[in-house]
Structures are given as structure tokens and as C-alpha cells.
């Protein structure tokens, strides 16, 4: 036998060999697809089954709202009781439930927090589900890859809400996008989601092709050729899965032209997708008075803002420290300027945090010109916007900025960054006229302070004007009747 006839032999062996192997994996991947379409097909009867019983005791249909941090205090928890406000005025006949994972507080406290920090009181109670493993969507869980991390963890949070309760309408309000296929195919329910900021974003993927530094991607990252290339797959993988995951809603909201270019770009369904501007408490603030203050002895910044690491809270200190620096020889000198940083604490990571920023105003000497101002109430919020002539915002791509709405809408020179929301939707012309400023650095935000004070009070009081005027459109009337406009479709669907 030649040799050219023992390699067509030992290749005919070969793939005789080759298949039997593959046949009885064929055989063994079809038998396990089977039992897990067996399974999700139980899985999803059982959690009817629920719902079913569930219905016929209530007698009505169930909406829900996924909010892990319902008690939080920030934007999106003003957006969350605004919401279920405006659904509980227009359909008497459905109940409400939140998800929450706020376990050392009771369901009153949480409505009595929502009615002292917002001034929002609901027509008729809600019902809490208290879920017990938030842990697992807490960042600080995940020091790296935390975006995956997450989002793995909000599925096993979700899976405990849904075994919890099942709904008939979910609505994701707090950009969990991976529960929605969970309730959407394992519980049958209808879904709809209120996007405040994508999980990631293009300008997040350009960060880190750029290779450079902020708060989520470290140097020893961006000074890494290899570990830039590595995250820029990883990111661009999770965007994949992200994607497909909030591309399951049936109905998606979203707070501002700029988050809405992401999202179209990532869940690619804009029949489904419409911008909802956030509520804001626009008319607690218009009896601030608008006059001049020229005759002020100490000017206040105020910066209103949860104490998160994307707020850049850094940079207002240590720009506010240059503002200092240069008015050491000028009129009042340091004792004629004060930041006032107020905004909410989550969790024990927060807290961690303001304390890491008060130990940065005693490094700059700025300590005794910072006051902080935690988890205040309304009135004592609505006190100190009062008394501000400038309102302060660093945040680098910020979905919109409801902060920034209020000391507008308060009267306040608005001080913003130069991207995101501010800049397309909030701090814009307004019949001509100038509502405010933008800046991006150190630099930017020190020179504008200055330039803000070195007005005349005249001119100061006009963008005042204009900023006022210019934010009614952000009004809870306007959030309410855009939100019950775009809801109507999915509400039309329940079984009354």
C-alpha cells in the first residue's frame, strides 16, 4: 500500500471517528436544549400560575416599578413617585408595587422621605416588596468588571423580585436593563423602561480608546496599551449583550436627547423609544425671589447633587480652591465666597466619600469656606437655593441634570458642564437670550466663577430671568402628561 493510500485510510478512520463522537453530542445538545425550553416552560406556567391567583383575589391588574434605591433621594427616585403619582390619577382600577431593597426602613418611612425631600404625596398607598440580596448590584461588589458584574447581579436580583411578585405590567425605572427579558419571558409580563443614563455608551468606548483617565477608567488602565485594548472588547461585548437585553421593552422612555442617541444607537428601536424630560419641582422654587445682589457681603455656590464618583465633586473643590486663590488681594477676599455641597448618601460608599472630600477642602485650606449638606429636607434645600447666586455642576456626560433645572428655576446662575443633557437640553438659549454658562476643567469652571461675579447685578439678574422662564417646560405637569401619553399603549393592554 502506498502512501498516498494510507493517508486517504487514516483520514476515512479519522472521520468515521469524528462522527461518532459528534452524533451523540448532536444528540446530547439537543436532549439539553429540550430540558431548558422544558424548564423556562415550567418556570414561566409557575409564575402565571401566581400571577393568576394573585389576580383573582385582587380582582385588578398590577403595575410594578424596579427601584432597588427607591429611598435614595436622588433624580431618579423624584422620577419614580412623580411617575407613580400621575398613574395613580389616571387609572383608579390598578394597583402599584416598588421593589425595593431598602430593608431598614418601612413603607411609610419611604413615602414620608419621598414627601419631605420632594414635596410629592401620593393619592393612595403603594405596596413595598423588600428584596433581601440588593448586595448584589452594589458596585463595591465588583472591583473589576463591575459593569458585568452588575448587571449579572441584577438578574439574580430581579429573579428574587419576580418569584416575589409577579406583576402585570413590569416598568424598570433605574436602567436595570437585564431584568426586562427575565420578566418579559420568564413571567410573561408586559415590560417598559424609564432609561436615566445607559449602562455604557459610545462616549464611554471613546474614553477608553483615547486612553484617557476619569473616574472609571483608572491610569494604570489608560496608560496600558494592552489593558486599553482589552477593556475596548470587553466594552464593546457588553454593549452587544446590552443591547439585546433593553431591546426586549416593549416601551422605552428616556430623559434626554443625549441619552436618546445612545439608546437608539445600542437597543436600535426607535418606533418604541420617545423622550420623557424628567419632572422637576419647577413651581416649589418661582416664589424664590428674583432681585439683584449686588449689595451681598458673601456670595454662595451651591452644588446640588447625590455624592457620587461620576459628580465630580473633586473638581468643584479644587476649582473653587482657584477661585479663592485669586481673590486673596480682591474686595472680601475669601470670607465674601462659600460652596455649599448638598446631596444624598446611598450607602456606607457615599458616606466614605464625602468624607474623602472633606479631607481634600482641609488639604486645599478651603475647609472652612465648604459646607456640606446631607440627606436635607425640602425646606431647608429650598433655604440655601435661596441664598446661592450661583448653582454648580461637573459632571461630565450627565443624562440631564434635575439639579441644574432647580437652581434655574430657583433663580440661581447656573454653572454646568460642557456636555450631555446641560449642553442639548437645559443650559440652551432661550428667546435669544443667555441662560447660563458651561465649562469642562479646573481652568474653565474658575474662570467662569469669576466672570459670573464680575458681572454687573442687572445683567445677573436678567439670565437669571431668562433661566427661569426658560425651564418650565421641565415642569412635573409636563412630565406627567408626556409620561401618561407615552405609558397609554402599555396600560391599554391590562386585563381590567
Same mark, same amino acid.
Given at each position: 500500500?502506498?502512501?498516498?493510500?494510507?493517508?486517504?485510510?487514516?483520514?476515512?478512520?479519522?472521520?468515521?471517528?469524528?462522527?461518532?463522537?459528534?452524533?451523540?453530542?448532536?444528540?446530547?445538545?439537543?436532549?439539553?436544549?429540550?430540558?431548558?425550553?422544558?424548564?423556562?416552560?415550567?418556570?414561566?406556567?409557575?409564575?402565571?400560575?401566581?400571577?393568576?391567583?394573585?389576580?383573582?383575589?385582587?380582582?385588578?391588574?398590577?403595575?410594578?416599578?424596579?427601584?432597588?434605591?427607591?429611598?435614595?433621594?436622588?433624580?431618579?427616585?423624584?422620577?419614580?413617585?412623580?411617575?407613580?403619582?400621575?398613574?395613580?390619577?389616571?387609572?383608579?382600577?390598578?394597583?402599584?408595587?416598588?421593589?425595593?431593597?431598602?430593608?431598614?426602613?418601612?413603607?411609610?418611612?419611604?413615602?414620608?422621605?419621598?414627601?419631605?425631600?420632594?414635596?410629592?404625596?401620593?393619592?393612595?398607598?403603594?405596596?413595598?416588596?423588600?428584596?433581601?440580596?440588593?448586595?448584589?448590584?452594589?458596585?463595591?461588589?465588583?472591583?473589576?468588571?463591575?459593569?458585568?458584574?452588575?448587571?449579572?447581579?441584577?438578574?439574580?436580583?430581579?429573579?428574587?423580585?419576580?418569584?416575589? #411578585?409577579? $406583576?402585570?405590567?413590569?416598568?424598570?425605572?433605574?436602567?436595570? !436593563? /437585564?431584568?426586562?427579558? =427575565?420578566? *418579559?419571558?420568564?413571567? @410573561?409580563?408586559?415590560?417598559?423602561?424609564?432609561?436615566?443614563?445607559?449602562?455604557?455608551?459610545?462616549?464611554?468606548?471613546?474614553?477608553?480608546?483615547?486612553?484617557?483617565?476619569?473616574?472609571?477608567?483608572?491610569?494604570?488602565?489608560?496608560?496600558?496599551?494592552?489593558?486599553?485594548?482589552?477593556?475596548?472588547?470587553?466594552?464593546?461585548?457588553?454593549?452587544?449583550?446590552?443591547?439585546?437585553?433593553?431591546?426586549?421593552?416593549?416601551?422605552?422612555?428616556?430623559?434626554?436627547?443625549?441619552?436618546?442617541?445612545?439608546?437608539?444607537?445600542?437597543?436600535?428601536?426607535?418606533?418604541?423609544?420617545?423622550?420623557?424630560?424628567?419632572?422637576?419641582?419647577?413651581?416649589?422654587?418661582?416664589?424664590?425671589?428674583?432681585?439683584?445682589?449686588?449689595?451681598?457681603?458673601?456670595?454662595?455656590?451651591?452644588?446640588?447633587?447625590? #455624592?457620587? $464618583?461620576?459628580?465630580?465633586?473633586?473638581?468643584?473643590?479644587? !476649582? /473653587?480652591?482657584?477661585? =479663592?486663590? *485669586?481673590?486673596?488681594? @480682591?474686595?472680601?477676599?475669601?470670607?465674601?465666597?462659600?460652596?455649599?455641597?448638598?446631596?444624598?448618601?446611598?450607602?456606607?460608599?457615599?458616606?466614605?466619600?464625602?468624607?474623602?472630600?472633606?479631607?481634600?477642602?482641609?488639604?486645599?485650606?478651603?475647609?472652612?469656606?465648604?459646607?456640606?449638606?446631607?440627606?436635607?429636607?425640602?425646606?431647608?434645600?429650598?433655604?440655601?437655593?435661596?441664598?446661592?447666586?450661583?448653582?454648580?455642576?461637573?459632571?461630565?456626560?450627565?443624562?440631564?441634570?434635575?439639579?441644574?433645572?432647580?437652581?434655574?428655576?430657583?433663580?440661581?446662575?447656573?454653572?454646568?458642564?460642557?456636555?450631555?443633557?446641560?449642553?442639548?437640553?437645559?443650559?440652551?438659549?432661550?428667546?435669544?437670550?443667555?441662560?447660563?454658562?458651561?465649562?469642562?476643567?479646573?481652568?474653565?469652571?474658575?474662570?467662569?466663577?469669576?466672570?459670573?461675579?464680575?458681572?454687573?447685578?442687572?445683567?445677573?439678574?436678567?439670565?437669571?430671568?431668562?433661566? *427661569?422662564?426658560?425651564?418650565?417646560?421641565?415642569?412635573?405637569?409636563?412630565?406627567?402628561?408626556?409620561?401618561?401619553?407615552?405609558?397609554?399603549?402599555?396600560?391599554?393592554?391590562?386585563?381590567?
Amino acid at each position: 500500500m502506498s502512501g498516498h493510500d494510507q493517508l486517504v485510510l487514516c483520514l476515512c478512520e479519522l472521520t468515521r471517528l469524528l462522527w461518532k463522537l459528534l452524533l451523540p453530542l448532536v444528540v446530547l445538545c439537543v436532549l439539553l436544549i429540550a430540558v431548558l425550553v422544558l424548564l423556562v416552560l415550567a418556570v414561566r406556567l409557575w409564575l402565571q400560575s401566581s400571577r393568576n391567583a394573585r389576580r383573582a383575589r385582587d380582582g385588578r391588574p398590577t403595575v410594578a416599578f424596579f427601584h432597588p434605591y427607591c429611598n435614595a433621594g436622588g433624580g431618579g427616585e423624584r422620577v419614580l413617585w412623580c411617575a407613580i403619582r400621575a398613574l395613580q390619577n389616571r387609572y383608579m382600577d390598578i394597583n402599584f408595587v416598588v421593589y425595593t431593597g431598602d430593608l431598614g426602613v418601612t413603607g411609610q418611612q419611604i413615602l414620608d422621605g419621598a414627601r419631605r425631600r420632594f414635596n410629592i404625596v401620593l393619592p393612595r398607598p403603594v405596596q413595598f416588596v423588600f428584596l433581601r440580596h440588593r448586595l448584589l448590584v452594589e458596585p463595591g461588589l465588583f472591583p473589576h468588571f463591575t459593569l458585568l458584574g452588575q448587571s449579572v447581579g441584577s438578574i439574580f436580583l430581579g429573579w428574587e423580585a419576580l418569584t416575589e #411578585f409577579v $406583576p402585570d405590567l413590569y416598568i424598570d425605572s433605574m436602567g436595570y !436593563a /437585564f431584568t426586562l427579558p =427575565l420578566f *418579559r419571558y420568564l413571567g @410573561g409580563c408586559s415590560v417598559g423602561s424609564y432609561v436615566h443614563y445607559p449602562t455604557i455608551s459610545t462616549d464611554m468606548l471613546s474614553v477608553v480608546r483615547e486612553r484617557n483617565p476619569r473616574f472609571n477608567n483608572p491610569d494604570y488602565v489608560s496608560n496600558s496599551l494592552f489593558l486599553s485594548a482589552f477593556k475596548v472588547v470587553y466594552y464593546c461585548l457588553f454593549a452587544l449583550l446590552y443591547g439585546m437585553a433593553g431591546s426586549c421593552s416593549d416601551l422605552i422612555m428616556v430623559n434626554s436627547s443625549w441619552t436618546l442617541d445612545h439608546i437608539l444607537s445600542l437597543w436600535r428601536a426607535p418606533n418604541r423609544t420617545s423622550v420623557v424630560y424628567p419632572p422637576c419641582d419647577v413651581g416649589a422654587f418661582l416664589d424664590v425671589p428674583l432681585e439683584e445682589d449686588g449689595d451681598r457681603k458673601c456670595h454662595s455656590i451651591v452644588s446640588i447633587g447625590q #455624592f457620587r $464618583p461620576e459628580k465630580d465633586h473633586r473638581l468643584q473643590i479644587r !476649582a /473653587f480652591k482657584k477661585v =479663592l486663590d *485669586r481673590r486673596r488681594e @480682591g474686595a472680601g477676599g475669601r470670607e465674601a465666597l462659600k460652596l455649599v455641597l448638598i446631596g444624598g448618601c446611598r450607602n456606607q460608599q457615599d458616606e466614605d466619600r464625602v468624607l474623602m472630600l472633606r479631607g481634600l477642602c482641609q488639604e486645599l485650606g478651603v475647609a472652612d469656606r465648604v459646607e456640606f449638606k446631607l440627606n436635607i429636607p425640602f425646606e431647608e434645600l429650598k433655604r440655601e437655593m435661596g441664598e446661592a447666586t450661583i448653582g454648580l455642576h461637573t459632571m461630565w456626560n450627565e443624562h440631564f441634570g434635575i439639579g441644574i433645572v432647580e437652581c434655574m428655576a430657583a433663580g440661581k446662575v447656573i454653572l454646568a458642564h460642557k456636555s450631555g443633557g446641560p449642553k442639548l437640553d437645559i443650559v440652551v438659549p432661550f428667546e435669544g437670550g443667555q441662560t447660563g454658562f458651561l465649562a469642562d476643567d479646573e481652568d474653565s469652571y474658575a474662570e467662569a466663577i469669576d466672570r459670573i461675579l464680575a458681572l454687573p447685578p442687572a445683567s445677573r439678574l436678567q439670565i437669571r430671568r431668562n433661566a *427661569r422662564q426658560s425651564v418650565a417646560r421641565f415642569s412635573d405637569q409636563e412630565f406627567e402628561a408626556c409620561f401618561i401619553a407615552a405609558m397609554e399603549p402599555l396600560m391599554g393592554t391590562l386585563e381590567r
